[in-house]
């Protein structure tokens, strides 16, 4: 048999209403919310009534996705999927690290609401915009970029696609160039330039915060983002490194699959993680924990992987 990973998602997939249906059908997620809102109080009804220009506030998008993610992984677990190692795209990170056991569930959710209000300040200090730029090679990405000022190749995603952070002033050049060289760089629903310099100083402000913090030996191998190889000890640097540091996904997903994973369960209210995890490779099965929503999760097919 292969291995099982979860993979916590990122930014952009939240939406009004997400969780609402775990919140009422599974006691595990319901469990989860209530201890998110009794250190951030209203997170639960955020998540399930929040605007659509509410939600997308980094101070407001970490700390939902981070109940909703922790909310789906405890309903997993409670019907006996059990993850073999485990990663998270950006925010995800905060969620697998609570996942994998190095820090409890109120740690976690404490760090990642320290984390949106950092990064939401320094979004607002330094404004900019991300895009994903498909249809082009890696080298060719970096090629264009390398042509503007601040424009940062800043999360590997799967092969053919790239994301950037860049200056508002800058990005219609860069798209425009990356049109001309038969690409095309699609905007993020995001609200900062997130992995790039701009995020520098919040950075610095989490590492502070991080090194406040107790973390035990994980449970399971927790992939990190900054270096796509399983933590070692170093979770305040490592951490506080990712805010500012491109997001290495292609690499840390294929580390996973040479370590054994075949299945992979997106942990979050979407699908995007499967889409690039299918596109790294098309081999591996892929699911997703939104389907627990909809009560079509296959319980007895991922047991049997």
């Not at 209000?117 to 080298?139: C, F, G, I, Q, Y």
């Not at 190749?153 to 200056?167: D, W």
């Not at 402000?205 to 933590?231: C, D, G, H, R």
């Not at 840390?252 to 995007?272: C, H, K, R, S």
Request: aromatic residues 10%; charged residues 25%; glycine residues 8%.
């Amino acid at each position: 048999m292969g291995k099982i990973a979860f993979v916590f998602s990122g930014q952009g997939d939240q939406y009004s209403g997400m969780g609402k249906k775990l919140y009422e059908k599974y006691p595990e997620a319901a469990r989860i919310f209530d201890i998110c809102d009794s250190i951030r109080q209203g997170t639960t009804e955020q998540c399930f009534s929040g605007s659509e220009a509410e939600l997308k506030e980094t101070k407001n998008t970490q700390p939902c996705l981070f109940a909703y993610e922790a909310a789906a992984a405890a309903v997993l677990i409670a019907n006996g999927i059990k993850a073999d190692m485990t990663a998270g795209f950006s925010l995800g990170e905060v969620a697998a690290l609570a996942f994998s056991g190095i820090v409890d569930i109120e740690t976690g959710f404490s760090l990642v609401c320290r984390r949106g209000e950092l990064m939401h300040d320094a979004a607002e200090k330094h404004p900019a915009k991300m895009a994903a730029v498909v249809r082009l090679e890696n080298d060719e990405v970096r090629r264009i970029a390398s042509q503007f000022e601040n424009i940062y190749p800043v999360n590997f995603n799967c092969p053919g696609q790239v994301t950037v952070a860049g200056s508002e002033e800058m990005m219609p050049e860069f798209a425009s160039a990356v049109k001309d060289a038969g690409g095309r760089a699609l905007p993020l629903k995001v609200s900062g330039g997130f992995h790039s310099p701009f995020m520098d100083e919040a950075a610095v402000a989490f590492k502070n915060e991080l090194e406040k913090v107790s973390f035990a030996i994980p449970e399971i191998p927790l992939y990190s983002n900054v270096t796509a190889f399983p933590y070692s000890g170093d979770e305040p640097e490592m951490l506080s490194k990712q805010i500012c540091s491109p997001v290495l996904w292609e690499k840390l997903i294929l580390n996973m699959i040479n370590e054994g994973a075949d299945t992979f369960i997106e942990i979050g209210p979407g699908n995007t993680l499967c889409g690039l995890i299918s596109k790294i490779d098309k081999d591996v099965r892929v699911y997703t924990a939104s389907d627990l929503e909809k009560s079509e999760f296959p319980f007895d097919e991922v047991k049997s992987c």
